[in-house]
Every structure is written in structure tokens, then in C-alpha cells.
């Protein structure tokens, strides 16, 4: 029997290949793909707080009937990570991108033609299992296409468009719903997703998961045709040798992300996701009834909280021209001390424009820090079989912690007022950095295969 994970450094030539391929038209391509998908995750995510507001307007929902579907959203987001994670390892990676891609298209669809509350909240859990998918299959398939010298470029540009998915959201919000009506962004939702659905349906699977899990020809073949489109001789990518037979490991399902050889990844995986995800959402969810406690007028609140959320695409987009340029480890680091010290920074201010400015220059660290350090880092922890697997029940546990922070933000808040939460961030930021400085494993420039063994 196969051991659960084979040694990859002399075997895996599939990854080696793949790395001397230079960037090419196949390149952009997936990227365009993928990029797609998380798009519309961010979109659909980002519909929910105008829908909500139009339902409540309505009389349709109310306050308690909208925690309900924020947090059967979010609980939906958490099944969604794990279960992709279980089926992009098992079934492949574009098997379970366009199951959870089509599961939440049907679904949103649904939710269009839906007569309550009730039945919205129960088709609302299955349309965001789907939303999670996206995020915890996305970042782990493209890191196991580009080659290492522009991996986390690759990534952030994929992160970014992902992120104008929820700038595009709020803006449709506001034409769409007075217009037309909240059903019309389920509607719209669903024809993106089905229309990148119809995109991706040749799009090929990952060569290194086809090789380990055996399909070594299949693989082979695959990054003969990418090298081909990128004019590469066929010599320079030679068959690997019949006598490297890569059998299947056998599957131990989520348990081998918590033995020896995993255990330290896995944790220190969980632990980033969980402080990242809890950071921003405490900041950026409460950021309109900040300003409120502070006496500035609900408009207002919501139009500078707006100016702050462009960042956003800001966090992302800087760290596309500075992921491969410094260390993982040192990228990470300084986005949460950048962070640490806006969020110090923030309960001082007076002027609205200057907590605006610093609120922009707190989220932006944030999301950048979101981006590095969930979206880059995370995924190049784990060896391929078991990348998936590891990304998702990291994403679960950042999702469960962000269905808990709001009891703390609410804590906090009642107790020392805005102060109180953002030093919590502040604080968050700084046990981010011990952790990764102490724990953190560097993987900058370095193929997958070196750093899986």
C-alpha cells in the first residue's frame, strides 16, 4: 500500500515541469477563470447587505429575521470551505469548482422566486456552501498552475478582481434594487455563475493533483500541451520514466492534517485564518456604527465607510507588486504591524476626514494582510493531495471565528467603547506576527514540491 503522502522531491517531476514553463496565454487564462468565480463570490457575499435592507423596508424581514440569514450565510461559508477542500483532494479540483460554481448558481436563482423570509434563510444555507467553495478551491488551484518566481503575484492579481466583486456589489445595489427590485441581484448573481460555469467547463484540472493521485499520463500530457502554447521544444519537457510508478495514496481523509507530519501546518494554518478573518470582519462589518457611537448622522456613517471599503481592492492590488519581492514571512509580518499601528492610531482622531484616512489606511492593511497570509501563504502549506483539505478546514475555522467575533466586538464595544475593539485588533495583529516569525515557514521562490518536503 501506498504511504498517504510519498516523498515528493525525486518523484514529482509534473511540478518541476510546470516550473520551468514560463508565463504564458494558458496562464492568463486560468486566471481569467478563476478570477471569474471569485468575482462573483465576493458579489454574491456583498448583495446580502442591501437585500437585506430592502427586505426589512418591505416588511418582509426584520432585524432578527436578518441575524438569522447572516448567520446561516456564514455557516453555510464554513460547510462550503470544508466540503470543497474534502472533494477537490478526492474528485479533482475543477470537479469540485463547478459543482459548488453551479450549486450556488441554482440556488441563487431560487432565491429570486422565493414568497418569505423562511424559505430565503433555508435556500440561503445551500447558496452560500457554494460561496465557500470558491474561496478555499480558488487560491489552491491557481497556486498549483504558475510558476514560483510569480506565485504570489498570481494570487494577489486573482485576490483583487475577486475583491472589486463586492465594490461592483455595493454599486449594483444601489442601481438595481430601487430599479428593479432585491430579486433582480439573486437573478443577476445566478446568470454570472452559470455563464462562468458554461467558461469552465473545459477548463483542464491541476497536472500536479492528476499526478498524485496516479493519472501520470493524463498529467503529461497536460503540461505538454501548456508548454506547447508556450512555445517551449518538447525536449525541454521530457516524459518522466516509466519506472516512476506514482501509485495513489491512500485517502485519510481530514485525520492526516493532524498527525506528525501535518500537524504543525495545519495548526499554524488555522490559527492565521482565524486571526486574519476575525481581525478584519471585527472592523469592517462595525465600521458604520462606529461612526454612529462617535455622533456623526447615518449618512454620513454609511458615505465614509464606503470611502474606507475601497480599500478593499487597494490591500490586494499593493500586494500584487510586492508578494514575490519580500518573503512570505516578512510580507505577512509587515501588514500586521501596519495594521497594529492604524488601529492604535484610530480611536484618537476627531476630524471625520481623519479617521476616514486612517480607517482607509487600517483596512487596506487588513485586507492586505488578508491577502498575503489566508489567500497566498495558507495554500503553500500543504502537499497537493492534501492542499485542499488543509486550506478548507482553514477557512472553516476563520469562519467560525468570524461567527463569533460579533459577541466580542459587542462585549468590547459595551465595555471601552471603540477603543476597546480595535485595540483587540491591534492585538490580534501583534500575536500574528510571534506566530509567524516563530512558526512560520518561508516559501517565497520555492516550488511546491520543496516545500511540501
Not at 132 to 140: I, K, M, S
Not at 235 to 244: D, G, I, K, L, W
Not at 386 to 391: F, I, T, V
Request: hydrophobic share 55%; with cysteine.
Amino acid at each position: 500500500m501506498a504511504t498517504s503522502i510519498p516523498t515528493p522531491a525525486p518523484t514529482s517531476l509534473i511540478g518541476a515541469r510546470l516550473d520551468r514553463i514560463p508565463f504564458c496565454r494558458f496562464h492568463y487564462r486560468m486566471l481569467f477563470l478563476i478570477a471569474s468565480g471569485l468575482f462573483i463570490d465576493s458579489f454574491a457575499t456583498m448583495v446580502m447587505p442591501g437585500v437585506l435592507a430592502a427586505l426589512v423596508h418591505m416588511g418582509i424581514s426584520n432585524l432578527s429575521m436578518n441575524a438569522h440569514y447572516v448567520s446561516v450565510t456564514f455557516a453555510g461559508l464554513t460547510v462550503g470551505a470544508l466540503l470543497a477542500g474534502l472533494m477537490g483532494d478526492r474528485f479533482g479540483r475543477k470537479s469540485a469548482y463547478q459543482f459548488n460554481l453551479l450549486l450556488f448558481g441554482v440556488f441563487s436563482l431560487l432565491s429570486a422566486f422565493m414568497p418569505n423570509m423562511w424559505s430565503l434563510i433555508f435556500v440561503r444555507f445551500f447558496m452560500a456552501i457554494g460561496l465557500g467553495a470558491e474561496f478555499a478551491v480558488g487560491y489552491g488551484f491557481i497556486t498549483e498552475f504558475v510558476p514560483p518566481l510569480v506565485r504570489g503575484r498570481c494570487v494577489a492579481v486573482v485576490y483583487t478582481i475577486s475583491s472589486a466583486g463586492a465594490l461592483a456589489s455595493a454599486l449594483a445595489t444601489i442601481i438595481v434594487i430601487p430599479a428593479l427590485g432585491w430579486r433582480w441581484m439573486f437573478v443577476i448573481s445566478a446568470i454570472m455563475a452559470l455563464a462562468v460555469w458554461m467558461l469552465r467547463k473545459n477548463m483542464p484540472d491541476s497536472p500536479r493533483w492528476l499526478e498524485s493521485v496516479g493519472r501520470l499520463d493524463e498529467a503529461d500530457a497536460l503540461v505538454r500541451r501548456i508548454a506547447k502554447e508556450a512555445g517551449i521544444a518538447e525536449a525541454e519537457v521530457p516524459t518522466p520514466a516509466r519506472t516512476e510508478k506514482i501509485a495513489r495514496p491512500a485517502d485519510a481523509g481530514l485525520m492526516e492534517l493532524f498527525r506528525s507530519r501535518l500537524v504543525g501546518r495545519t495548526v499554524l494554518a488555522i490559527v492565521i485564518s482565524m486571526i486574519v478573518m476575525a481581525g478584519i470582519y471585527s472592523f469592517i462589518s462595525w465600521t458604520p456604527t462606529f461612526l454612529i457611537k462617535q455622533g456623526y448622522s447615518i449618512a454620513s456613517s454609511l458615505w465614509f465607510s464606503t470611502l474606507m471599503i475601497t480599500s478593499s481592492v487597494a490591500g490586494p492590488a499593493l500586494a500584487i507588486w510586492v508578494s514575490d519581492t519580500l518573503g512570505r514571512k516578512s510580507s505577512v509580518t509587515i501588514a500586521a504591524v501596519l495594521a497594529a499601528v492604524a488601529a492604535v492610531i484610530y480611536p484618537h482622531l476627531t476630524s471625520i476626514w481623519t479617521i476616514t484616512v486612517c480607517g482607509f489606511l487600517l483596512e487596506t492593511a487588513l485586507y492586505l494582510l488578508l491577502a498575503f497570509a489566508v489567500g497566498i501563504y495558507v495554500p503553500e502549506l500543504f502537499p497537493t493531495q492534501y492542499r485542499l483539505r488543509g486550506s478548507g478546514i482553514a477557512q472553516s475555522a476563520g469562519r467560525f471565528a468570524v461567527m463569533l467575533s460579533p459577541y466580542l466586538v459587542v462585549l468590547l464595544f459595551g465595555r471601552f467603547g471603540v477603543s476597546g475593539v480595535v485595540y483587540f485588533i491591534a492585538g490580534l495583529c501583534v500575536f500574528l506576527c510571534i506566530i509567524i516569525l516563530t512558526f512560520g515557514l518561508e516559501t517565497t521562490r520555492r516550488s511546491l514540491e520543496e516545500i511540501a518536503s
